[in-house]
């Protein structure tokens, strides 16, 4: 295991199984269809990969970036576009797949944005929920995993860029933050 981390909180294992879960509703809900499959940068990544090879069906693959403006802004909710889709939404059912849902501003803002530029319809499938953490009122359809409020990296997450290879999901050591 990776020195930094304290505790594994989801192991490869519990994260193969919450994906075969949620692949298989979304199989099953968007029978017959051709959804847009959005993928937030960067955190979704790994979970975007390995959702979608549970879906041996029609669906396409699309990225966007997005960040949250700095700590002074961030009550405004604006979050800036790092990235926009190659795609466009208009008329297609849209599923952004998110890493975690915390404030739920990003989720707010993606999901507006997307209903402004006509998609059909626009569901959300996030690995991780921390309700704890929710200041606009937003949710996602496709929930993996709830978790308490702690700062989780590993799986497409990170703290500094660093942790987003592991393959399981854990608590960084407090000193990890100190350096
Ligand atoms: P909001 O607050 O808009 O933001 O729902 C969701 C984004 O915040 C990041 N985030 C985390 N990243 N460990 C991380 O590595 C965490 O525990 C965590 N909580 C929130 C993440 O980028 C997510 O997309
Ligand atoms: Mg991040």
């Known amino acids: 295991m990776n020195p930094d981390i304290l505790k594994v909180l989801y192991s490869r294992e519990d994260i193969q199984a919450i994906n075969a879960r949620l692949a298989a509703q979304i199989k099953a809900d968007y029978a017959g269809k051709n959804p847009l499959v959005v993928c937030i940068l960067k955190g979704a990544i790994l979970f975007m990969t390995d ?19 700095g700590d002074a802004t961030i009550s405004s909710g604006e979050v800036k576009i790092i990235k926009d ?4 939404v208009r ?10 849902v915390d404030t739920g501003r990003t989720l ?20 991780m929920d921390k309700p704890e953490g929710r200041v606009v009122d937003v949710s996602a359809d496709y929930v993996g995993t709830k978790v308490p409020n702690e700062f ?3 799986y497409g997450l990170d703290y500094a860029e660093r942790y987003r290879n592991l393959p399981y999901i854990g608590v960084l050591k407090p000193e990890v933050y100190a350096k």
Do not use: H, P, W
């Not at 959702?51 to 403006?69: G, N, P, T």
């Not at 008329?91 to 975690?100: A, K, N, S, T, Y």
């Not at 707010?108 to 690995?127: E, G, H, P």
């Open 51 to 69: 959702l979608v090879r549970e879906i041996d069906d029609y669906l396409e693959i699309d990225f966007m970036d997005v960040s949250s403006y």
């Open 152 to 154: 989780v990296v590993g």
């Open 85 to 88: 889709l190659d795609t466009s």
């Open 91 to 100: 008329g297609r059912d849209v599923l952004i797949v998110e890493d975690i």
């Open 108 to 127: 707010r803002y993606l999901m507006d944005m997307f209903q402004t530029r006509q998609a059909n319809s626009i569901k959300v499938c996030t690995l």
